[in-house]
């Protein structure tokens, strides 16, 4: 009889873990549901402060494309570097394709104008590729190559970046020239 009631709460328990994982994707209680009614409507400064606390909790991978442009419109007026939301984002980066993607952009981008020393600090603790794809899409589409490549290299000389992060940036700024003179 122990061994039937053992098995049954077993059973039992086994639902409740599943059914939690699977209809909870982020802790505080932002949902993937709620990110969908969020942004169903117009984002507000309380929902929009907690998705950007969340943004690494987001499975970006399981909320719908119109939810994730409606999400990235309203990041590209905010300042992600304050809460961390910016290395978040960028580390989502592959989850987002077509018209997501450009959104993506822009909300890095705006960024980089409100504060591109830090913007560029944040960045240069990435991996070279990313770094890489992240500022060529900027000069392809944002600005333009001359004015990047001296906005960096006054970011080397004037910035806090540690050696390595210098030979990063240093590196992009030696493959933006070779572009230039193509």
């Known amino acids: 009889m122990k061994k039937i009631f053992s098995i049954i709460f077993f059973f039992i328990l086994v639902y409740g873990i599943f059914y939690f994982y699977t209809h ?22 309380l929902e929009g402060e907690k998705i950007i606390k ?13 939810t994730k442009g409606d999400i990235l419109k309203f990041l590209e007026k905010q300042n992600l570097i304050n809460y961390n939301g910016l290395e978040n984002l960028i580390k989502s980066s ?7 993607k450009e959104l993506y952009y822009k909300v890095l981008y705006n960024n980089y104008l409100k504060n ?4 560029i600090n944040v960045l240069s603790n990435f991996k070279s590729d990313d770094i890489s794809k992240i500022l060529k ?23 806090n970046l540690d ?3 210098k ?4 590196g992009f700024i ?3 020239k070779n572009n230039i003179d193509k």
């Open 24 to 45: 909870i994707d982020l802790k505080n209680g932002l949902t993937i549901n709620e990110l969908n009614k969020i942004a169903v409507n117009k984002i507000d400064n």
């Open 54 to 66: 969340n943004l690494n909790k987001i499975n970006w991978a399981k909320v719908d494309d119109k």
């Open 94 to 100: 592959k989850e987002f394709t077509g018209s997501t």
């Open 116 to 119: 591109s020393f830090e913007f």
């Open 137 to 159: 899409t900027f000069a392809d589409k944002y600005i333009e190559k001359p004015k990047l490549i001296s906005d960096l290299q006054n970011i080397i000389k004037e910035g």
């Open 163 to 165: 050696n390595q992060q």
């Open 167 to 170: 030979k990063r940036i240093d």
């Open 174 to 176: 030696g493959e933006l």
